[in-house]
């Protein structure tokens, strides 16, 4: 399995920024994808950006020229840096990562969550 810490949520006021990490168990080079979901009560769990090992990249269409998906390699970690937040991106935030150590098996893992609220 691979075991995911976020960190980085907070309170910040429209217009504001954060920086969410996302710290991994396993080297993120061996995963098949990493991403960044977001979910609010009463809705369903949505991705908000990813990326798979072969370096494709895709963001929620809300989110475009907004946030920003990266990665240290050396340090197992991902980020997402969200600038120009507005209420709407209230919600907590999980860090996903899927990894396929044999032909049979795939494992779907998530961190526990990141609250974010986005409020003035």
């Known amino acids: 399995q691979v075991q995911l810490v976020e960190s980085g949520g907070g309170l910040v006021q429209p217009g504001g920024s954060l920086r969410l990490s996302c710290k991994s168990s396993?080297?993120?080079?061996?995963?098949?994808?990493m991403g960044w979901y977001r979910q609010s009560p009463g809705k369903e769990r949505e991705l908000v950006a990813g990326?798979?090992?072969?370096?494709?990249?895709n963001y929620a269409d809300s989110v475009k020229g907004r946030f920003t998906i990266s990665r240290d390699n050396p340090e197992n970690t991902v980020y997402l840096q969200m600038n120009s937040l507005k209420p709407e991106d209230t919600a907590v935030y999980y860090c996903?990562?899927?990894?396929?150590?044999?032909?049979?098996?795939?494992?779907?893992?998530w961190g526990q969550g990141t609250q974010v609220t986005v409020s003035s």
């Open positions: 996903n990562a899927k990894y396929t150590p044999t032909v049979e098996a795939t494992y779907d893992s």
């Open positions: 396993r080297s993120i080079s061996r995963l098949d994808s």
């Open positions: 990326f798979t090992n072969d370096g494709r990249v």
